[in-house]
């Protein structure tokens, strides 16, 4: 093959940014997150990026996958990724239907970072957003994005460092560092969210107070948003009989449900899901138990969801645009899940949401608690509750080395315990030796 641009160079750079101390089943966001960049340059001078979650695993397998891309032309772009995920064996990971955050790494696809990075060569050698190139091409301009709201912890009560935002200007900023833990906390966090981003659906992680008490905050927000689409998400963390309870009451509040509940009696959470949909009728969105192929297989056999968030750094950019192709033929939606990240995954979601075929739901996205801390300019921007993708080329955005390079400065300066993700750390300073429990809400101990 021939005609396109030539990967001359690739870096790997981890970095690092801050976060609030957002509570979930899995415990309490440390004060950094981190990340892993992909940085590449053509023989056409295009310099191409891509983003993953961080930890040390991750950079270290992207390095190795350098002599796959250096080298090779920007439009074989499948067939590098092919040899990437041919140099592993088949995965028998258990996925994170527990919410194991030490899990997370064996579902993080991390090549998503090196086709994202190729995907943007690529469109700025065809002049064409990423968007065009995936499946059958650009779906819609507009991609509607949920509120992402948390409770969270006290930082003034840990000495661990958390940013402190109350001298901003911004009613968001400065909320979206404060502790929250009460309804009228957390609707007074969606005010300023909406009022900031214009959001017209919220969705609210759960897994951190008795599941009556977040039932409270949902009911709230519902008084307060009355035309939002809302949903909870505990992680699984409520027993199959707990979940039946509290959300057969909600059917007027909730419009649909995710992972409300997991594993548990032998029964693997694709059942348990199962069980629950027959029992309450209520939708169900999940991120735990369809996290790949084989697992989405079992889970539509077993009528188990209704709405699979396919994250493409769980499933590839193609991969999961391949994903809303089927979900749309098959009468299910399409969604996407997220972790903390910078504004380069915004783009991927962007990007992958804009091809997503179907009538998709509203995207999850961390970044409104990280904006501000943006790696590039021109970047994404949420605004009445959307992103618009315009037909820019790539990506869509323009990496600023100097951000980078200060993100990865950070990085290199915390203390290592904060390279991969640990939530329990923060809340052990909260709860004295707390240890995480799949069925059991983070503050309830
Ligand atoms: O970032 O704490 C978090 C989230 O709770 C994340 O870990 C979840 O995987 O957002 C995710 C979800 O929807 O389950
Ligand atoms: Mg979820």
Known sequence: MSGSPIVKKMDVIPVAGYDSMLMTLSGAHAPYF?????????????????????????????????????????????????????TRGKSNSEGIQRLD?????????????????????????????????????????????????????????????????????DPWFRI???????????????????????????????????????????????????DARINIDPNGAWSLEEAIKLCSEMKDVLT??????????????????????????????????ATDWRQFHHSVVLKAVDIVLADPHFWGMSGSVRASQVLNDWGMTWGCHSNNHFDISLAIFAQTAAAAKGNITAIDTHWIWQDGQNLCSEGFEIKNGKIIVDDRPGLGVTID????????????????????????????????????????????R
């Open 101 to 169: 955050i030490s899990k997370l790494k064996d579902v993080v696809r991390c090549e998503t970072a090196i086709e994202a990075a190729l995907l943007d060569l690529l469109g700025k050698f065809l002049n064409l957003p990423v968007c065009a190139l995936l499946g059958d091409g650009k779906q819609r301009d507009e991609v509607e994005v949920l509120g992402y709201l948390f409770y969270i912890g006290d930082k003034d009560k840990v000495d661990l460092g958390y940013i402190d935002e109350s001298d901003s200007k």
């Open 176 to 226: 979206r560092r404060k502790v929250a833990l009460t309804p009228e906390a957390v609707v007074e966090q969606a005010y300023a969210a909406k009022e900031h981003y214009g959001f017209r659906n919220f969705k609210l992680k759960g897994g951190v107070l008795e599941g009556e008490k977040e039932m409270e905050t949902v009911r709230a927000l519902k008084e307060n948003f009355p």
């Open 256 to 289: 649909y449900v995710e992972d409300p509940c997991g594993p548990e009696a032998g029964f693997s959470g694709r059942e348990i899901l199962s069980e629950f949909k027959v029992a309450t009728g209520l939708p169900v969105a999940t991120n735990m138990i």
């Open 401 to 444: 080395m100097d951000k980078v390079m200060e993100a990865n400065a950070l990085y290199n300066k915390i203390d290592r315990c904060y390279h991969d993700r640990d939530d329990a750390m923060a809340m052990q300073y909260i709860i004295k030796g707390w240890k995480f429990d799949n069925k059991k809400p983070c503050l309830v």
């Open 34 to 86: 981190t990340r892993n960049l992909v940085i590449l340059e053509d023989n056409a001078g295009n310099i191409g990026v891509g983003e993953v979650h961080g930890g040390e695993s991750i950079t270290d397998a992207l390095n190795e996958y350098k002599e796959l891309v250096i080298g090779r032309e920007i439009a074989n772009h499948r067939k590098i990724i092919n040899d990437i995920q041919s």
